[in-house]
């Protein structure tokens, strides 16, 4: 079963810290082999968290207030959390 990565990101999928950002991750899971999918979620449309966070470039957030959340959430649930 293949692990979830959630990225929370607002900027524009053509800003160069967007793909850098993307870019970066999907080298670390190919050179790990790693069963992970890595998913992009805007902070306005967050829903679930997955097996672990990245909080990404591009403050402001659209919603401050859920970015804050899902870092609270995830260190409660002792989920891996990396903050760029």
């Known amino acids: 079963m293949s692990r979830v990565i959630t990225v929370l990101m607002d ?3 053509q ?3 967007f ?3 993307v870019d970066a991750l999907d080298h670390a899971v190919a ?3 790693s ?3 890595v998913r992009i979620v805007r902070t306005d449309e967050i829903d ?3 097996d672990g ?3 990404g470039p591009g403050s402001p957030y659209r919603d401050a207030a859920a970015a804050e ?3 609270r959430t995830a260190r409660e649930k002792g989920l891996p959390l990396v903050g760029t």
Do not use: H, K, M, Q
Request: glycine share 4%; aromatic share 4%.
């Open 69 to 71: 959340d899902v870092i």
């Open 48 to 50: 679930v968290l997955g």
């Open 11 to 13: 900027l524009s999928e």
């Open 15 to 17: 800003d160069a810290s």
């Open 53 to 55: 966070v990245v909080i």
């Open 35 to 37: 069963d992970v999918v």
């Open 31 to 33: 050179a790990a082999s």
């Open 19 to 21: 793909r850098y950002t």
